[in-house]
């Protein structure tokens, strides 16, 4: 699985499936990009469908993946990467695009409306993805999946911190990472312009 590779925790529900695809990127030492290649991408693919499937509850399609729907499927991910970085305020470059896939509305055995993927290969994956950000943003879930804030990282991750304010997917490397990067910037800043900087006790400090 994508989100394994950097060790995070996984969204809950079907939300998980947009933090795969999102955690497909290749990034600092976790590992290639699993959309490069058709046989990466049908492996992670098939798994994360059967993962979704389980969880949702709802029947999964056999989606085959050739080397024509990989652009689609990267193309996917970018939009994804824009609507998560919109949510968490960051700037953007240009509008958001639109998203127009079909989605089928179907009562279950108790009465209740269940949102349905539909479609064809790409397509379908494309519905269950809109489907299940919508479905997180109704439960008031989609605000904590997050992308790491070290733009050399960048893996998805859902946060659990009480009050919504993690902004690494791990503090121990990309906060460290980020907070020796600005002392050493401040260092050098403060050095040109005469004046001294002292490391803060025990090292940089690490912020969430």
């Given at each position: 699985m994508?989100?394994?590779?950097?060790?995070?925790?996984?969204?809950?529900?079907?939300?998980?499936?947009?933090?795969?695809?999102?955690?497909?990127?290749?990034?600092?030492?976790?590992?290639?990009?699993?959309?490069l290649l058709a046989d990466?991408?049908?492996?992670?693919?098939?798994?994360?469908?059967?993962?979704?499937?389980?969880v949702s509850g709802l029947p999964a399609p056999t989606l085959l993946i050739s080397s024509s729907d990989l652009r689609s499927l990267r193309r996917l991910r970018t939009t994804f990467e824009h609507v998560i970085a919109a949510a968490g305020k960051e700037n953007l470059d240009g509008a958001l695009p639109p998203a127009d896939v079909p989605v089928s509305l179907v009562p279950d055995a108790d009465g209740w409306v269940r949102m349905v993927p539909t479609g064809r290969g790409t397509r379908w994956l494309?519905?269950?993805?809109?489907?299940?950000?919508?479905?997180?943003?109704?439960?008031?879930?989609?605000?904590?999946?997050?992308?790491?804030?070290?733009?050399?990282?960048?893996?998805?991750?859902?946060?659990?911190?009480?009050?919504?304010?993690?902004?690494?997917?791990?503090?121990?490397?990309?906060?460290?990472?980020?907070?020796?990067?600005?002392?050493?910037?401040?260092?050098r800043l403060m050095g040109g312009s005469g004046g001294q900087s002292r490391p803060p006790v025990g090292g940089p400090p690490s912020y969430r």
């Open positions: 994508a989100s394994a590779r950097h060790g995070v925790r996984e969204a809950p529900a079907g939300l998980a499936l947009v933090q795969e695809l999102l955690n497909t990127r290749a990034t600092m030492h976790y590992g290639a990009d699993l959309l990466d991408a049908q492996r992670w693919l098939t798994e994360a469908i059967t993962t979704w499937s389980r494309a519905s269950a993805l809109w489907a299940e950000a919508l479905l997180a943003q109704q439960a008031g879930l989609w605000p904590r999946l997050k992308l790491c804030h070290n733009g050399d990282c960048r893996a998805a991750f859902f946060d659990t911190s009480r009050n919504n304010s993690g902004v690494w997917h791990d503090v121990s490397t990309c906060g460290n990472t980020a907070n020796l990067r600005a002392f050493r910037e401040r260092k």
